[in-house]
């Protein structure tokens, strides 16, 4: 006689591993690995729990929710946005007013004290999200699931628990599943329960061991704000920015950062009595890194652990996207999350597609490119999600920032504009999932752009986006690398931009032969040497319009540098390291600077 398999309603980190996807969901599976695999060789990982998909199921079978869903959800079209809403808003409200069954209640107070005897008693904690579907290769939802911090109690955790369980069903979860063919019953939740570090007192971030725009695989980018990551996602900030290379930092090097750049952080997120609120960040704050050289090169080295140890659990190479926190009472640093990259790493490298824009107008906006592509259309300002449904086709979104509320009209815009946000906000990771241009971390878009009015969008041109006035003709060109010749004679490449360089990386190039130093200077540091080294003069001397304007630009550009002239020594370095590595280990000719008065002239 077979024995009927008891339903297992919540597993410790410990009892969980990559297999368990199906069980536990990606995030915990990837944290289960981690914690039994990574914590012994020194990688921090918080402790927790997961409550499995066998209760999620539980809990939709003791309340008959999964009938009631169904009934809710049958024959909806995603395309009508707010039937989409009214039928979503339903099912969250049914989970919400659903209650847990005792038996899955009482598993839950039993994990908890346990882990408060591990830290505390009623320990504060982050309740995650962790859908058996989410962060697959091939499906990923792009933070589609919930996160609920400082979170401490019982109660407190039980109703986060259905929070997590009702986000499984928000209008963009619901539509990204239809869109992607899953059933909204083949995906199960889990819900982690993870120790929180005190991330609110120092700083956090995310990490990728790939670069998210070109596909440039020997460098860990990372990315940090004060306070807790949840902003950096939303984009409410833009993150400080550190560039790691691989290959030296494997070799022992001290110093492996080839790039670095310092962030907007004005606000941050931060614990409040209940929840979480936000808080303002001192000015002298803003002018800092939120981490060191030394705290971002040990988070590399554990984020090139973590992509190594992946890599070899799929028998392949799997970049790594990575959430980490460092403790602000104990200054220690976490890894809280690790899930596969799956959009630039599943790109074809043997196809490079260009797009280039024909001729040019007046810029209206200006902020970071996301995507390396080009659109156009009619302006559309919204200023909240609720307004989703006014949107058409082919517009250009413009708002302040996105967040997964966003996703159905996404998915149809033409392009993306948002004041705030980095190359890690929600507007970005789905922008270049969608393939669609994108610019984030403009500052003034939503009162500079008016609807209906036509623009072109512009993220081709490296690590600046422009929108231009008007639509404006582009055309793409596709080349397949595969396909070109095999020559005797090696070639070399000429790179003017260090910030262009890793669009190159998959040319079949032995190197380059010429990277001249003077566009080095006035593509990267953008500022002329003298005007550095005289800057103290410049501050004390006669104020023409034209010396306040300069001085202005200076301190806009060297914002972390009260020494201007080593801010020019640092950058030039950075700059020929930056395209020293993209060819590396290959030979780069870099030549000497080449001033000519009538280019510099101001």
């Known amino acids: ?148 911090l400082n979170i401490h109690g019982i109660e407190n955790i039980l109703v986060a628990t259905k929070k997590c369980i009702a986000s499984l069903f928000t209008d963009r979860a619901v539509s990204y ?27 956090s971030g995310v990490a990728f061991t790939i670069d998210t725009e070109t596909g440039f695989d020997k ?32 070799n022992g090097s001290k110093n492996s950062i080839i790039g670095k750049n310092i962030g907007k952080k004005n606000i941050k997120l931060v614990y409040a009595k209940d ?7 001192t000015v002298e704050e803003q002018k800092k890194f939120c981490i060191t050289n030394e705290e971002a090169t040990k988070l590399a080295k554990w984020c090139l652990q973590i992509e190594k140890y992946f890599s070899k659990k799929h028998n392949r190479y799997q970049p790594m996207d990575i959430e980490w926190a460092k403790d602000g009472k104990t200054g220690e640093l976490f890894i809280v999350q690790a899930r596969p990259e799956t959009v630039v790493s599943g790109q074809d490298k043997n196809v490079l597609k260009e797009y280039q824009l024909q001729k040019t107008s007046k810029i209206l906006v200006s902020g970071i490119a996301v995507g390396s592509k080009i659109g156009s259309g009619k302006v559309r300002v919204l200023s909240s999600a609720k307004n989703i449904s006014s949107f058409k086709k082919g517009e250009v979104l413009v708002t ?25 906000s929600h507007a970005a990771i789905v922008s270049r ?16 752009l008016k609807n209906g009015q036509d623009v072109t969008v512009d993220s081709s041109g490296g690590q600046v986006g422009n929108v231009y006035t008007g639509t404006l003709p582009f055309k793409i060109v596709e080349h397949r690398l595969d396909a070109l010749p095999k020559t005797n004679t090696k070639i070399m490449v000429n790179i003017g931009s260090p910030d262009e360089a890793f669009k190159s990386c998959h040319l079949p190039a032995q190197g380059v032969g010429l990277g ?59 700059g020929i390291a930056k395209i020293g590595a993209t060819f590396y280990p290959e030979k780069v000719i870099i030549r000497l600077s080449d001033f000519k008065t009538n280019e510099y002239r101001t």
């Open 1 to 148: 006689m077979i024995k009927e398999k008891k339903d297992v309603f919540v597993k410790w980190f410990s009892e969980v591993g990559i297999d368990d996807v199906p069980i536990v969901g990606g995030k915990n599976a990837a944290l289960g690995e981690m914690y039994s695999n990574l914590v012994p060789l020194g990688v921090n990982v918080p402790d927790g729990f997961a409550l499995t998909a066998d209760a999620y199921r539980h809990f939709f079978r003791k309340t008959g929710l999964d009938e009631k869903i169904k009934e809710i959800l049958l024959d909806l079209n995603t395309r009508d946005l707010k039937n989409l809403q009214v039928r979503a808003k339903k099912v969250r409200e049914a989970i919400l007013k659903a209650k847990l069954p005792q038996d899955l209640q009482d598993v839950v107070i039993k994990a908890y004290r346990e882990l408060g005897e591990k830290y505390g008693k009623n320990s504060d904690v982050a309740v995650r999200s962790s859908a058996t579907a989410e962060d697959l290769p091939g499906a990923s939802f792009a933070g589609q699931q919930e996160t609920y």
């Open 177 to 203: 599943r239809a869109d992607k063919g899953f059933s909204h019953f083949d995906a199960a939740l889990s819900v982690g329960v993870q120790r929180m570090v005190r991330s609110d007192l120092s700083s």
């Open 219 to 250: 460098v860990i980018l990372i990315n940090g704000i004060y306070g807790l990551g949840e902003f950096i996602v939303q984009g409410k900030v833009i993150p400080d920015e550190f560039i790691v290379f691989k290959p030296t930092l494997e």
């Open 275 to 281: 929840g979480t609120k936000e808080a303002k960040v």
């Open 400 to 424: 302040e920032i996105t967040d997964p509320d966003w996703e159905p009209i996404m998915k149809i815009a033409s392009a993306i504009i948002t004041d705030k946000g980095g190359r890690t």
């Open 433 to 448: 999932e969608l393939g669609i241009p994108c610019i984030v971390g403009s500052n003034n878009a939503t009162k500079v």
């Open 516 to 574: 001249r130093l003077e566009f080095i200077i006035a593509s990267h540091i953008r500022l002329h040497p003298n005007v550095l080294i005289n800057y103290k003069k410049l501050k004390i001397g006669k104020k023409t319009p034209a010396i306040l304007k300069l001085l202005k630009e200076i301190d806009n550009i060297t914002y972390a540098y009260k020494d201007k002239t080593q801010f020019y020594v640092d950058e030039l370095a950075l």
